[in-house]
T-cell receptor, first 111, second 114 residues
Framework: DQQVKQNSPSLSVQEGRISILNCDYT??????FLWYKKYPAEGPTFLIS?????DKNEDGRFTVFLNKSAKHLSLHIVPSQPGDSAVYFC??????????FGTGTSLTVIP | EADIYQTPRYLVIGTGKKITLECSQT?????MYWYQQDPGMELHLIHY???????EKGDLSSESTVSRIRTEHFPLTLESARPSHTSQYLC?????????????FGSGTRLTVV
C-alpha cells in the first residue's frame, strides 16, 4: 500500500512562473518530510526538508508547505527556471531512518 | 564529485547469471540503503544496513542479498538473475542518527535481464 502519493506524474510551467508540486501521505505517524530532485541518469539529490513542528520551510527559490490535518505537502518553486526541469520526489519518515518515497512528478520549465 | 559510487551504471545480462552491483561511499556514513525503482513507480527499500556486519531487509521483498564487511562498501548480489529483476537499483547512505539530513544517493545501476 502506497503511503506517499504524488498524483501528478508531470507538470509544465513557463519560465519565471511558479511551479507547485503536490504530495499526499496516509500515515499520521510521519513527522519528517523531504523533497528530492532527480535528473536523468543521475541519483536523486536532496533539495529541502520540513519537520511536523513547522508548516513552512524556505530555502531560496524553494518553499515547502506542510498541512498536517490534510496530510498534504507541497513544494513551490519561484521563479521557475529551465534548469529546474527534473523529476521531483517527496519522501516521508516516521522516525527510524526509513523514508517512504512517492512516484515522482516530472517538471518541465519552458523557456 | 560524487561521494557515493555505483558500478556498473548499466548492465544487460542473461537469465540465470549471478551478478553483483557495487556501491561504495567515501563519507564514512554508517547507514547504507538499496532502493529499487521501476519506471514511473516509487522507490522501494529492499535492503539497509546500520553498520559493519549489520544488514536488514526492507519493505519490498527481494531475492537479492547484501553484505557489509566494510563501512564504505555495500554490494548487492543476485545469485540467479531473472527478467523480473529488470529495474533501476539506487544505493544511498546517511549518517547514523542524522537521516533527517537526507540521504546521499548514487547514480544508480540500470539492470536489464534478458
Amino acid at each position: 500500500d502506497q503511503q506517499v502519493k504524488q498524483n501528478s506524474p508531470s507538470l509544465s510551467v513557463q519560465e519565471g512562473r511558479i511551479s507547485i508540486l503536490n504530495c499526499d501521505y496516509t500515515n499520521s505517524m510521519f513527522d519528517y518530510f523531504l523533497w528530492y530532485k532527480k535528473y536523468p541518469a543521475e541519483g536523486p539529490t536532496f533539495l529541502i526538508s520540513i519537520s511536523s513542528i513547522k508548516d513552512k520551510n524556505e530555502d531560496g527559490r524553494f518553499t515547502v508547505f506542510l498541512n498536517k490535518s490534510a496530510k498534504h505537502l507541497s513544494l513551490h518553486i519561484v521563479p521557475s527556471q529551465p534548469g529546474d526541469s527534473a523529476v521531483y520526489f517527496c519522501a516521508a519518515s516516521g522516525g527510524g531512518n526509513q523514508f517512504y518515497f512517492g512516484t515522482g512528478t516530472s517538471l518541465t520549465v519552458i523557456p | 564529485e560524487a561521494d557515493i559510487y555505483q558500478t556498473p551504471r548499466y548492465l544487460v545480462i542473461g537469465t540465470g547469471k549471478k551478478i553483483t552491483l557495487e556501491c561504495s561511499q567515501t563519507m564514512g556514513h554508517d547507514k547504507m540503503y538499496w532502493y529499487q525503482q521501476d519506471p514511473g513507480m516509487e522507490l522501494h527499500l529492499i535492503h539497509y544496513s546500520y553498520g559493519v556486519n549489520s544488514t536488514e531487509k526492507g519493505d519490498l521483498s527481494s531475492e537479492s542479498t547484501v553484505s557489509r564487511i566494510r563501512t564504505e562498501h555495500f554490494p548487492l548480489t543476485l545469485e540467479s538473475a531473472r527478467p523480473s529483476h529488470t529495474s533501476q537499483y539506487l544505493c544511498a547512505s546517511s549518517e547514523l542518527g542524522r537521516a533527517n539530513d537526507g540521504y546521499t544517493f548514487g547514480s544508480g545501476t540500470r539492470l536489464t535481464v534478458v
